[in-house]
């Protein structure tokens, strides 16, 4: 069965940086969407950004527009968020997911069958 790994989480000060690894296994059909979510204490889960099956972006946090970068190694099966100039409204627990066999992907957390774990990110 599918499996997500997340890994890179810590504590840093407000400007500072940080990557989020998610390996992915279990499955051979490597153009599924993936997306990363997440979550502060008290706060629904939203979706930060995700990547298509044809490797194409889209971001749907625009407070993460042009400090944020979701990239994907199609080789290792893994998802990359590289996040720049953190701020302390970005602490929350940070979410793989992913869409087996489907290359679109969606907004709503109920569209995705396969989660991490999660990771927990503080700035402060």
């Known amino acids: 069965h599918v499996q997500l790994v997340e890994s890179g989480g810590g504590s840093v000060q407000p400007g500072g940086s940080l990557r989020l690894s998610c390996a992915a296994s279990g499955y051979t059909y490597n153009r599924n969407c993936m997306a990363w979510f997440r979550q502060a204490p008290g706060k629904k889960r939203e979706n930060g950004s995700w990547v298509l099956g044809d490797g194409s972006t889209y971001y749907e946090l625009y407070s993460v527009l042009g400090r944020f970068l979701i990239t994907k190694d199609y080789a290792k099966k893994t998802l990359i968020l590289q996040m720049n100039n953190l701020k302390p409204e970005d602490t929350a627990t940070y979410y793989c997911?992913?869409?087996?066999?489907?290359?679109?992907?969606?907004?709503?957390?109920?569209?995705?069958?396969?989660w991490g774990q999660g990771t927990q990110v503080t700035v402060s």
């Open positions: 997911a992913a869409r087996p066999g489907y290359e679109s992907c969606y907004r709503r957390d109920s569209d995705y069958p396969v």
